[in-house]
């Protein structure tokens, strides 16, 4: 009878200790830098950086000009975030503008494209337009979660991108991420 009850109470508390350890390995992944500090954030626990040979491979497909500058990645890189400083000079002023003018573009861009948020948010004071789109890709579906806001002479983009068969295990981990990024004036 005891061990039933102890056994009972481990498995209960199993999925909320496993949380709790993801949780404290999160909040003790390292800030990086970038823009010589001017922004911040914080990956997914357990992402690396992808060495600039993968980046050209994975996201250069169309010229390695498309591709991003910064990605950090799961271990088989299906689940990323990648960091794009686009020299594009868009003031605050202009990001309505700017926005559907991106819009328009993945439209033409991207097959099978499918919309699941077209907006402007408030990220640590900070203006960005937020595009989240289900889109095809070359032999997989893909989520796509984009941030961007002007930053001097070009646009700061963070594109939180994976899988849709790995999307429901990451997304949490890939929002609380993106709640982590600081841009200093």
Request: charged share 25%; hydrophobic share 45%; no cysteine.
């Amino acid at each position: 009878m005891k061990f039933a009850v102890l056994l009972f109470l481990l498995v209960a508390l199993l999925p909320a200790a496993s949380v709790r350890a993801q949780e404290a390995a999160a909040a003790s992944a390292p800030r990086v830098q970038l823009a010589d500090g001017r922004v911040s954030f914080v990956p997914p626990a357990g992402f690396k950086l992808m060495s600039k040979e993968d980046i050209n491979f994975k996201f250069g497909r169309n010229g390695a000009a498309y591709a991003p500058e910064i990605v950090y990645t799961n271990e088989r890189q299906n689940v990323s975030v990648a960091i794009t400083f686009a020299p594009a000079r868009v003031t605050p002023e202009q990001l309505d503008d700017f926005q559907k003018a991106m819009e328009k573009s993945l439209e033409a861009s991207i097959e099978r494209l499918e919309w699941l948020a077209r907006e402007q948010v408030t990220l640590k004071g900070v203006r960005w337009i937020h595009l989240s789109l289900k889109s095809g890709a070359l032999d997989t579906d893909v989520y796509n979660e984009m941030y961007m806001t002007p930053l001097g002479p070009k646009v700061l983009m963070f594109n939180f991108n994976s899988t849709v068969a790995q999307y429901e295990r990451h997304r949490e981990a890939l929002r609380k991420s993106a709640e982590t990024i600081t841009v200093k004036p």
